[in-house]
């Protein structure tokens, strides 16, 4: 007997014997519980939003979310962590701007890619950032202070916490064509100390640490980065508001697999992180800590990510490429 061979029949079989385990994976997903590596500290702000929302999310995914705290280098080491992880949707990692935009974009030596290392899940939510002066500052508006820094540049100084306030300040100056002196400093409480007695005159915050100084009356807001102004702040002009509106500085979080994860999956957790989203309890939680629910798509957080990594680049390389602490 002789057995009719059909051309590409063999590639087929071949085809097909791959794609189905992977679908199987992905129809059965998840199957146990999941990790979720956060790179900041357990206990912070950012952390405790996490927590929130994976809680809510694992009540979907039916399955428990572990949460691993792995901080250091300012996020970078475990993001590099993440990206060696298998690629089998039970380990995720939390990706924000600072770690997939800002250091990607002032260190050309990173151990990884934000775009080739992972697959991105999806943003969690966002802040903006606020630009708060010392109360000595002889300025109450963004008009009065173009004026200000216009006439003695030289007198004023605004220091940054982070790389991402660095960059933030930079990209206002370069907006107002300023050459006032940027000053680094490590991390925002010591930034604090300097700018409530007027040691330095001007910084960026996000909204969630900048608002309990604005209540308390240690520093004064001038400006919200983003195109809409926030409950907490309701008298806080935004920057477009003052025809700045190419100063817009967010900071974000969102979800990130180790490349590789097959999309069903991705998707499935995307699903389940725009569900918890929507969840009256968890955006009323996240707008307590300074962040506002933001959701989507994998494919819309993928465009952010890609975009922010060139404004960042320009704004880094329009000042000079300057060491970072």
Same mark, same amino acid.
């Given at each position: 007997?002789?057995?009719?061979?059909?051309?590409?029949?063999?590639?087929?079989?071949?085809?097909?014997?791959?794609?189905?385990?992977?679908?199987?994976?992905?129809?059965?997903?998840?199957?146990?519980?999941?990790?979720?590596?956060?790179?900041?500290?357990?206990?912070?702000?950012?952390?405790?939003?996490?927590?929130?929302?994976?809680?809510?999310?694992?009540?979907?995914?039916?399955?428990?979310?572990?949460?691993?705290?792995?901080?250091?280098? !300012?996020?970078?080491?475990?993001?590099?962590?993440?990206?060696?992880?298998?690629?089998?949707?039970?380990?995720?990692?939390?990706?924000?701007?600072?770690?997939?935009?800002?250091?990607?974009?002032?260190?050309?030596?990173?151990?990884?890619?934000?775009?080739?290392?992972?697959?991105?899940?999806?943003?969690?939510? #966002?802040?903006?950032?606020?630009?708060?002066?010392?109360?000595?500052?002889?300025?109450?508006?963004?008009?009065?202070?173009?004026?200000?820094?216009?006439?003695?540049?030289?007198?004023?100084?605004?220091?940054?916490?982070?790389?991402?306030?660095? *960059?933030?300040?930079?990209?206002? #100056?370069?907006?107002?064509?300023?050459?006032?002196?940027?000053?680094?400093?490590?991390?925002?409480?010591?930034? *604090?100390?300097?700018?409530?007695?007027?040691?330095?005159?001007?910084?960026?915050?996000?909204?969630?640490?900048?608002?309990?100084?604005? #209540?308390?009356?240690?520093? #004064?807001?001038?400006?919200?980065?983003?195109?809409?102004?926030?409950? &907490?702040?309701?008298?806080?002009?935004?920057?477009?508001?003052?025809?700045?509106?190419?100063?817009?500085?967010?900071?974000?979080?969102?979800?990130?697999?180790?490349?590789?994860?097959?999309?069903?999956?991705?998707?499935?957790?995307?699903?389940?992180?725009?569900?918890?989203?929507? &969840?009256?309890?968890?955006?009323?939680?996240?707008?307590?800590?300074?962040?506002?629910?933001?959701?989507?798509?994998?494919?819309?957080?993928?465009?952010?990510?890609?975009?922010?990594?060139?404004?960042?680049?320009?704004?880094?390389?329009?000042? !000079?490429?300057?060491?970072? &602490?």
């Amino acid at each position: 007997m002789f057995r009719r061979f059909i051309p590409g029949t063999r590639c087929l079989l071949s085809a097909l014997a791959l794609v189905a385990p992977a679908a199987g994976a992905s129809e059965s997903y998840p199957s146990h519980p999941i990790k979720m590596i956060v790179p900041y500290p357990a206990g912070g702000g950012t952390d405790v939003l996490v927590r929130t929302v994976m809680q809510e999310m694992s009540k979907t995914l039916g399955q428990s979310i572990v949460v691993i705290n792995r901080p250091g280098a !300012g996020g970078k080491i475990g993001v590099a962590a993440l990206k060696v992880e298998k690629p089998d949707g039970y380990t995720m990692g939390l990706s924000s701007t600072s770690t997939m935009a800002v250091y990607p974009a002032i260190e050309p030596k990173l151990s990884y890619d934000p775009i080739k290392s992972f697959v991105h899940g999806g943003m969690i939510a #966002k802040t903006p950032g606020v630009l708060l002066a010392s109360r000595s500052l002889p300025a109450d508006n963004l008009d009065d202070l173009k004026k200000l820094l216009a006439a003695k540049p030289d007198d004023y100084v605004i220091a940054s916490g982070t790389p991402t306030t660095f *960059l933030s300040a930079e990209m206002y #100056k370069q907006a107002i064509k300023s050459k006032m002196q940027t000053v680094q400093y490590n991390g925002s409480p010591p930034v *604090l100390l300097d700018l409530v007695p007027g040691r330095v005159h001007l910084t960026f915050m996000i909204a969630g640490a900048a608002i309990p100084e604005i #209540k308390n009356g240690t520093v #004064k807001a001038l400006a919200i980065t983003w195109d809409k102004r926030i409950p &907490q702040l309701p008298e806080v002009p935004t920057m477009k508001e003052a025809g700045m509106g190419q100063v817009e500085a967010t900071t974000w979080i969102g979800i990130a697999f180790p490349a590789g994860t097959p999309a069903p999956i991705v998707n499935k957790v995307n699903a389940a992180m725009n569900q918890a989203l929507q &969840q009256p309890q968890v955006a009323k939680r996240l707008v307590e800590l300074g962040y506002f629910a933001e959701g989507g798509s994998p494919e819309q957080h993928t465009r952010t990510v890609a975009s922010e990594l060139t404004l960042w680049s320009k704004i880094y390389t329009n000042a !000079g490429s300057p060491g970072m &602490q």
